[in-house]
């Protein structure tokens, strides 16, 4: 009992449209059942091959900004800016930046102006990812009900062919 569907079989009998009229999604998953392969992708390598430089650059400067190790750092070199033009080079007259510490502002302007855009474009690729991840769920779970399906078909017809054995008559 071995089934050899095309997709366009399989689109009358388990979604009940004709295949134009199906989306991509459909297509795909009904493509895969037919050639029999696996429908499953893992969204982060789809994003990753389609990813520009500058994406994955935003990536990595928000995980680094977003992390302890930075927050620990920034403070200490801020604290140390401070330390050092108020106490140690002021006793000398050398301080580059003495109080109230208007490059240091500057700076931390400039960081901040600079940091919070690359931030938000890692985190819309992020949520790009995961419609990326919606989308193949999706498939999955589509192929899995129209796996059921056929696999109920099969089991109603094994029901029809065994009652058919039962009342035919012995030889």
């Not at 940091?115 to 990812?129: E, G, L, V, Y």
């Amino acid at each position: 009992m071995h089934e050899s569907l095309t997709t366009a079989d399989l689109s009358m009998r388990l979604l009940g449209r004709p295949l134009d009229e199906l989306d991509g999604d459909e297509q795909r998953v009904l493509q895969a059942i037919a050639e029999r392969r696996l429908t499953s992708r893992d969204a982060a390598d789809l994003d990753d091959q389609e990813a520009s430089f500058g994406a994955r650059l935003s990536d990595k400067v928000a995980a680094v900004g977003g992390s302890w190790g930075f927050i620990i750092a920034f403070t200490t070199v801020l604290l140390g800016w401070m330390l050092l033009n108020s106490d140690i080079l002021a006793r000398w007259g050398m301080a580059f930046d003495p109080f109230p510490f208007i490059f240091l502002n500057l700076m931390l302007s400039t960081l901040a102006a600079v940091q919070a855009p690359i931030i938000m474009m890692s985190q819309n690729r992020a949520s790009a990812k995961d419609r990326i991840a919606a989308g193949l769920d999706y498939e999955i779970n589509l192929r899995a009900e129209l796996e059921i399906m056929r696999l109920h078909h099969k089991i109603d017809m094994l029901m029809e062919d065994v009652r058919g054995l039962r009342s035919a008559p012995p030889p």
